[in-house]
């Protein structure tokens, strides 16, 4: 079994910045790319960012390259996401994931074979 906890989230004014972590316990050597997905209310779910297993590799949505940049600590079963210059837009649940394949990061969903139950990041105007 395998557990994703995130932590993190919270209430901020645009501009602002959050740093988001994801911790991992249990078969964490089932884990290879991590990455990060939202829910805004009434959307789907939509990728930010991935990271690879060993941190050489990053991919990130248009929508955050450039404030938002996801790094790992496999020391630490840790993967984070420090969000900079937030907009309103960014608010939603935020979601880790786990892939359980050793292949480079993937934005799909299906890539992800473990999830965290999220936590929220609101971003006031």
């Known amino acids: 079994q395998v557990q994703l906890v995130e932590s993190g989230g919270g209430l901020v004014q645009a501009g602002d910045s959050l740093r988001l972590s994801c911790t991992t316990s249990?078969?964490?050597?089932?884990?290879?790319?991590m990455g990060w997905f939202r829910q805004a209310p009434a959307k789907e779910r939509e990728f930010v960012a991935a990271?690879?297993?060993?941190?050489?590799?990053?991919s990130y949505a248009d929508s955050v390259k450039g404030r938002f940049t996801i790094s790992r600590d496999n020391a630490e079963n840790t993967v984070y996401l420090q969000m900079n210059s937030l907009k309103p837009e960014d608010t939603a649940v935020y979601y880790c994931a786990g892939d359980s394949r050793l292949r480079a990061p993937g934005r799909a969903e299906d890539n992800y074979d473990y999830w965290g139950q999220g936590t929220q990041v609101t971003v006031s105007s």
């Open positions: 990271i690879s297993w060993r941190g050489g590799r990053t």
């Open positions: 249990g078969r964490t050597f089932n884990i290879y790319s």
